[in-house]
């Protein structure tokens, strides 16, 4: 790894990828994550959780990078020790406002983070109390569980279309957000100045999940985890990791690292 002719940088998925999916399991991974910050390889955080959420996991792992949260909708960063964040999406009272009409007008039935309280939130994604407060100040997305026939979905989605929004499928929710996707952003850190990163560089990016793909696509070495010992994802010249997060996560990136 010392004697790599390109920096590498790594943008990772959370649920599923560097946790695990259903016991958010990821201490395997901290040894791995400090003897990548002691080499300089950057690792940063590309979510469908909200800033706050990340914050907290920023500070499980000791990671000081920037940070992408609401699938590709915010990016925090520091800078001369103050933090600056930068909105890519759409509101979330916007998104709000916009999806309670659609349920009146349709009489379509769906529910998100904005109905439940803290411990249905809690109770619907295993997430603990703290954790799930967090989770509820979104800021430009709104994950929600359609409780209407899958036939009607389509509907929901051209509905949102025409109001510049989209449906995107994640691990465990539906996230209704505008255009963006966790690779617009990826793409935006690595075209700022914020990451100092020495050229040339490749990217490896990491995820389980269809909200992964563009990431996974616009990287120079995309690695697919698997969720319930089954792949999501088709991506050619992707790294298959065999075990699932967090296992599976420390797996491909030495493999990668470390031929
Ligand atoms: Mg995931």
Redesign the pocket.
């Given at each position: 790894m010392a004697d790599e002719k390109w920096q590498w940088i790594i943008f990772t998925?959370?649920?599923?990828?560097l946790l695990n999916?259903h016991n958010y399991e990821y201490k395997v991974v901290e040894p791995l994550i400090a003897l990548l910050q002691a080499r300089g390889v950057p690792v940063i955080l590309n979510s469908?959780k909200t800033v706050a959420e990340l914050e907290l996991w920023h500070e499980r792992l000791r990671l000081e990078t920037p940070i992408i949260a609401e699938n590709g909708g915010v990016i925090e960063y520091r800078h001369n020790g103050q933090k600056h964040k930068h909105l890519i999406g759409r509101p979330y009272e916007e998104i709000r406002y916009f999806i309670k009409h659609l349920h009146k007008v349709h009489g379509w039935q769906f529910e998100g983070f904005g109905d439940w309280t803290v411990a249905e939130v809690m109770n619907k994604t295993g997430l603990k109390t703290a954790e799930a407060v967090k989770a509820k100040a979104r800021e430009v997305s709104e994950p929600i569980l359609w409780l209407d026939d899958q036939a009607k979905l389509a509907g929901f989605e051209a509905a949102l279309a025409e109001e510049g929004l989209k449906l995107m499928a994640?691990?465990r929710f539906y996230h209704v957000m505008a255009g963006h996707d966790k690779a617009d952003a990826m793409r935006e850190l690595l075209a700022d100045s914020v990451l100092h990163i020495k050229a040339p560089y490749r990217v490896i990016a990491l995820?389980?999940?269809r909200?992964?793909l563009a990431m996974l696509q616009a990287a120079d070495v995309p690695v697919v985890l698997p969720v319930d010992n089954a792949y999501k994802l088709r991506l050619d010249g992707a790294y298959y990791a065999t075990h699932e997060a967090p296992w599976g996560w420390v797996e491909a990136i030495e493999k990668i690292l470390n031929p």
């Open positions: 998925d959370l649920d599923g990828t999916h469908s994640g691990g995820g389980d999940s909200n992964d």
